[in-house]
Structure formats: C-alpha cells, structure tokens
Nanobody, 117 residues
Framework: QVQLVESGGGLVQPGGSLGLSCAAS????????MDWYRQAPGRQRELVAT???????TYADSVKGRFTISRDNAKNMVYLQMDRLKTEDTAIYYC???????????WGQGTQVTVSS
C-alpha cells in the first residue's frame, strides 16, 4: 500500500520559516520524481517545487530563492524548507510522487500552512 504522509505544517508569522516533511512508503522511492504542490482557498492547486530522481530541482517563480526542496533516498523522505514566508504562502501543501512515463502518481493528504501575524 502506497502512503505519502506530510508533516510540519502550522501557523507562522510573516518572515518566518517552516519545514515540511513527506514520508513515503510502498514505493521504490529513488525511482520517483517528488513534487510539492499547494492549494489556497478558492484557487487551483499549483506546483511549488520539484526534485528529480537525480536531485535536480526547480521552483515556481513565486517561491524561488525562499523555498528549498531536498530528498533523502535512504529514508524515503522529501522535504520543503520554507523561509521568508509571506501571507500569500498560506495554503494546504501536498506531496506528490511521480514515476515518469508510467501511470504511477501518488498524493499525500496535505498539511496546512498558515502565514499570519
């Protein structure tokens, strides 16, 4: 059974930092590209950051320079370090595992991040 479990969300003040984690099980983790998405109320889900199986990273323009995605294949974990948070970063953050060129595409249940003073 495949499971992606996010953790680390919460309430933080603008300018603060928060680190999200996603624990994967039931998949050969090193074969999966890992993405972080977010969805704010009334908005579509958007791609925030990607890390490939080789460790290459890409970011949405809105978070570039503030967020850092990383992975630990030995622990089956992917992380999102979020710095200099803004109120517009408030959203539910989702972990996504994709095995490229296959139908295998899995989602976590999401973790709430609220940036507010």
């Amino acid at each position: 059974q495949v499971q992606l479990v996010e953790s680390g969300g919460g309430l933080v003040q603008p300018g603060g930092s928060l680190g999200l984690s996603c624990a994967a099980s039931g998949i050969t983790f090193r074969l999966y590209r890992m993405d972080w998405y977010r969805q704010a109320p009334g908005r579509q889900r958007e791609l925030v950051a990607t890390i490939t199986t080789e460790g290459s990273t890409t970011y949405a323009d809105s978070v570039k320079g503030r967020f850092t995605i990383s992975r630990d294949n030995a622990k089956n974990m992917v992380y999102l370090q979020m710095d200099r948070l803004k109120t517009e970063d408030t959203a539910i953050y989702y972990c996504n595992a994709v095995r490229t060129a296959t139908i295998f595409d899995y989602w976590g249940q999401g973790t709430q991040v609220t940036v507010s003073s």
